[in-house]
């Protein structure tokens, strides 16, 4: 496979996968018990790409309950969701469009978080659309939050932050050269990746903790791209085009580095890594947007739920 990681790191990939969920899902009050369609007053969706229907991806597949399908509740919302790489014309192509529609009109309110998603919303129904940021940047986890550790460490470093893998040869060989030039150490979060010195096993908050440290961060992640943000380091987002059933994250990465004034972080060919991580960023913009979009965000739930 191009970029393959080394063995070492992919073991130990593989036993921080196993081992994630049954430490910290619990973080999230979720049991083994089953709860598909409880009687609520109110079901939100989302936030993230619970609208992506149409991709390669067999562990994730085509769940219509991510749409509503058979619910209890009283009133259906969705919050900052996501259809991802999927497109009108995918949802056409695959025969899903009208499937799905009967599902989106039962909505009471809609709330996506960029403008693909919306766009296809619009094809569906008539309903007001709300566009909301990720919840990971509606609260303020970098101030609000006591939980995220002091990192003590010896050396510099950069995390490479990206599924295990999806790091080429030829992006690997890139980074290898510019943190050999820039002496610091990489750092693999969230996958094996062959350009890494070592993978870091560690937990939701010790990743804000890390990044909190990190130099400078590349990433081809809509949350590598956030966490980098909210820490206000200095990151490059690699950002790939759809090209057939090959895998895309454009429509969300785009939309929201330009959402939040950002989007000359953006990277299309790794060869640019040099001159993009030069530029420094001017957060004051960034930090204005956000406030705002705290107040939108707590407004649409609020006037959801009450």
């Keep these: 496979m191009e970029g393959d990681a080394p063995f070492v790191q992919k073991i130990q990939y593989m036993i921080h996968k196993k081992n994630f969920g049954k430490k910290y899902y619990k973080l999230l009050g979720l049991t083994e018990d089953l709860n598909y369609n409880p009687k609520l007053d109110t079901l939100i969706i989302g936030s993230d790409e619970v609208f992506n229907c149409i991709q390669s991806n067999t562990n994730v597949g085509f769940s219509m309950e991510l749409f509503g399908k058979n619910n209890n509740a009283k009133n259906l919302i969705s919050y900052a969701a996501s259809f991802g790489n999927t497109t009108v014309d995918k949802l056409k192509k695959y025969n899903k469009f009208d499937e799905v529609k009967k599902l989106i009109v039962k909505f009471n309110s809609i709330s996506v978080r960029d403008t693909n998603s919306g766009k296809i919303i619009n094809e569906m ?31 510099k470093f950069m995390i490479v932050y990206a599924y295990s893998n999806r790091i080429s040869k030829e992006e690997s060989k890139h980074i290898k050269e510019f943190a050999k030039k820039n002496k610091l150490k990489v750092y693999a979060i969230g996958g094996a990746q062959n350009c890494a010195d070592k993978f870091i096993d560690c937990s939701p908050f010790d990743v804000l903790a890390f990044f909190k440290k990190a130099e400078i961060i590349i990433t081809d992640t809509f949350h590598g791209s956030i966490f980098s943000i909210i820490n206000k380091k200095k990151f490059v987002t690699l950002v790939r085009k759809s090209v057939g059933n090959k895998y895309g994250n454009e429509e969300k990465l785009t939309d929201l580095l330009c959402r939040l004034k ?39 739930l609020k006037e959801c739920i009450k």
């Design 125 to 155: 129904t008539e309903k007001n659309i709300n566009y909301n940021l990720d919840p990971v940047l509606i609260y303020d986890y970098i101030n609000d939050c006591n939980e995220i550790p002091e990192l003590s460490l010896n050396e």
């Design 262 to 300: 950002l989007e000359d972080r953006i990277i299309y060919d790794i060869s640019n890594l040099e001159k993009i991580s030069n530029r420094e960023i001017n957060y004051s913009d960034t930090d204005n947007i956000l406030k705002a979009e705290r107040v939108k965000a707590k407004k649409y």
